[in-house]
């Protein structure tokens, strides 16, 4: 085995192992940019078009739930179609271990491309910005929502 | 599950295809190692490297199928990311045989590795939530300790290399404290998932940093005593380091006060220089790592490990010398301990590089699970398990280039040894098991308006 090929086999398996790397980080994208991204979606627009009569995101629609404060502090939860509990209970979309909060505390549900805040019977309230929640309200983007120590947010 | 399936889900996607071809992929470059290797000891591809490679495959799509039956929706880089660390590491103590090193055997490194497969297998079939292991929260804690004061035991323990870690059963040797630190991890986790309030909220605040209350300092205490106890007792400088950091790192995830961070340092380093003054075989370390070029001490064989090791990097430079054809065997257990130093001659530093960049994204993945669940066991959990593992590969790699005292660590996945392989792979279980929560889509609700949610277990 001459000394040209070993050291040709020398890179090629180091690079190998860096082309490794990359297709994982290739791989996390998604995580952070969601699946949708451009080429993705001009890949497979077959796929797209199948579940239809899933109403298109508008630009101004709130995407994400971020929890702006409170020890949930950090957590994101993506919108999708589907109402969203939040409370102590286990089977909440956003569970919060709060002695201010009850078990089924708030519900955020959307409707005609907002979302609504909805109090549900808690205990020590659900504020949107300062005003206590008492029926159903629309929430803008970016006005937070306090429910015990938590505060959340709605974010494209 | 299929109403979950049907649904469009933006979010996230299970993404079991990048699985596979990540973990096809994985195999591929442990395979190519291997032929590697014996094109760079004889020119001969060696014979063992289908065996070895189908062995390896097949044990990874055994794993792939049972993560994809019972976490459809775990984080689809855990595993093919161990996988190549698994499988380079078996390539390592494969090419140390070769040299006729003694102990090295990547036969039973292969053994090991399907044992530790099953585990995680096992793991992550009957653990079907892992919430259930916050009832377990002071069994686990218990059980840690017993895991950790086993070696020091007289009929059970034996003193192998200085350090008195290992048990003997039947014809086994074990590393209970291997197993210890998991344990310790649920237990830390279900701890400080109880009493992070008042942990977090209650004391003073004295110049820049909140202070704790003094009775508040008491799990810190005990958790340090145990720890200096494992220096002592047991002479092992690693374990009781890593045990440690985890709780202090898990109490500042817990609390998000810096107060600990620098009560805990202050804490371990007064410990530890207490320790080398009193007792000489941690003065022997503290001194091979501070004079370790002194001729002295390389020639007494202190530092002469360590050296060596230094030396194998050196000469590996950037690109390193090819695999086959370093020299391995100079340096003593450069199949264990040292395997890093191994494998940085003969991949030099862009190897290392991709090497510490596949830990770094499994600690990543594994951080992003913590983020990503919704209940405070988990996010600690979760959070605590990925800290141990980078911490392990700083506190080793660390060690063996000479940044930190060396400790006598296994490097996770890559080294000899069957406890700590078969306790990483069941840590790598209860991530995908997390992750595999935490990545769920919700449940969805029946009517379109009603309170009514539908539970999924």
Known sequence: MSELTL??????FLALLWFFVIAAVGVIRTDLFGPRTAPASARKPAKQAKPMAKPKQKKGEP???IVTGGPLQGTIINLTEMPITIGRANDATLVLSDDYASSRHARLFPQDGQWILEDLGSTNGTYLERSKVTRPTPVPLGVPIRIGKTVIELRK | MSAAEAMPVPMTAKRRGAQLGMLAFAVLIVMGAYASVGLGINGEIPSGMLTYGLGLGGLMLAAYLVL??????????????????????LVMIYRIEQTGQDGANATNQLMWTALGVVMFAATVIVLKDHRILQRFTYTAGFAGLVLLVLPVLPLLGTEINGSRIWIHIGGFSIQPGEFAKLALVIFFAGYLVAKRDVLALAGRRLLFID????????PVLITWGVSIAVLVLEKDLGTSLLLFGAFIAMLYIATQRTSWVLIGILLFVGGAILAGQIFSHVQVRFNGWLNAESNDLYFDGVSYQLMEGLFAIGSGGILGTGLGEGHPRRIPFSFSDFIFSA??????????MALLMIYALIVERGLRTALASRDPFSKLLAGGLSFILAW?????????????PLTGLVTPFMSAGGSALLANWMLIALLVRMS???????????????LTQVMQR
Request: overall charge positive; aromatic content about 4%.
């Open chain 2, 392 to 404: 392990q590969v700083f506190i080793i790699v660390g060690g063996v280039t000479r940044l930190i």
């Open chain 2, 68 to 89: 994809a039956r019972f976490a459809p929706w775990a984080d689809p880089l855990l595993l093919p990311l161990v996988t190549l660390v698994n499988g380079l590491g």
């Open chain 2, 436 to 450: 595999d929560a935490a990545r769920r889509p919700p449940p969805q609700a029946i009517q379109d308006e009603g």
């Open chain 2, 211 to 218: 202070l704790p209350r003094a009775r508040d300092l008491g």
């Open chain 1, 7 to 12: 050291l040709l086999i020398r890179l090629a």
């Open chain 1, 63 to 65: 995407r994400q739930l």
């Open chain 2, 343 to 352: 494998t940085g001659e003969e991949l030099g530093l862009t190897g290392l």
